[in-house]
């Protein structure tokens, strides 16, 4: 079931998804060399204590504040302090707030260091299909649009769009309908209608679309071991707009 929000439910997401926007502020510049993935998981849970949240993550019982996932790690990364980021890592930090009851949802994949330039070219094509995606968020549209817009950028240069994972509801709950693909679905294909908070995201890899889990149940691989990006925002629709809720605008920056 699709549950519409109403404006104050909405306002309450829209908080939690400024206090996630400015943890990454902060989180990013630290996603470095030498730093362990424990460490960024660390911060950020002290950043949303400190703030009156909380990891989103503990109520789907992920061992983590934060997922931080590397490389050939597509998503459900787990923090350790034997994983050590490396200079050329592509670090994707998948992070939600749970803020009052209210779940925000972003994903960004940081460059360190001197990353292989097949590797930024791939990550600029995730960002540019992630735009595509949320500019087809709209009224009158349906979910497949959404899914189409991504696929359109993404498959003419080559990637493997991961079809396994897809995007979904969000703000009540971490996972809420309707689910999101980022490729082409024949399954349920609902209308776009204002109240829809939205979690688009596309998972993009250099070689194969399919995947794999590890054995601790959590962390997914491409089957390849080639690399792959992430990126997410939260979007509120609208009668007239979309808003792309996990962004501070200037006046907040």
């Given at each position: ?56 993550w ?14 050939d ?33 972003s ?33 009158g ?24 994972f ?17 490729v ?20 993009v ?45 200037p006046?907040?920056?």
């Amino acid at each position: 079931m699709i549950r519409i929000k109403n404006e104050k439910q909405i306002e309450g997401i829209r908080k939690s998804c400024k206090l996630l926007a400015r943890l990454f502020k902060e989180i990013v510049p630290m996603t470095v060399a030498g730093v362990s993935t424990k460490e960024l998981d660390d911060f950020a849970k002290d950043f949303m204590h400190k703030h009156g949240g909380s990891p989103a993550w503990y109520k789907e019982n992920f061992p983590g504040a934060i997922c931080c996932s590397i490389n050939d790690e597509v998503i459900h990364g787990i923090p350790s302090k034997k994983r050590i980021i490396r200079d050329g890592d592509l670090v994707s930090l998948d992070i939600g707030i749970d803020l009052g009851g209210y779940i925000s949802d972003s994903t960004v994949t940081v460059p360190v260091g001197n990353v292989d330039s097949a590797c930024l070219k791939m990550l600029e094509a995730a960002k540019e299909s992630l735009a595509a995606g949320i500019d087809a968020c709209r009224v009158g549209n349906r979910i497949s649009h959404i899914s189409n817009a991504v696929y359109d950028v993404l498959a003419p240069k080559g990637y493997g769009v991961v079809y396994s994972f897809c995007g979904h509801g969000v703000g009540l709950k971490v996972h809420e309908d309707p689910s999101i693909p980022n490729v082409p679905d024949g399954g349920s294909n609902h209308r776009i209608v204002p109240g829809m908070v939205l979690a688009i995201e596309p998972m993009v890899n250099l070689g194969t679309p399919d995947v794999e889990i590890l054995e601790d149940g959590w962390t997914v691989v491409t089957a390849d071991g080639k690399p792959s990006v992430h990126v997410e925002h939260t979007v509120a629709v609208f009668k007239d707009h979309t808003e792309i809720l996990t962004v501070l605008d200037p006046d907040e920056e």
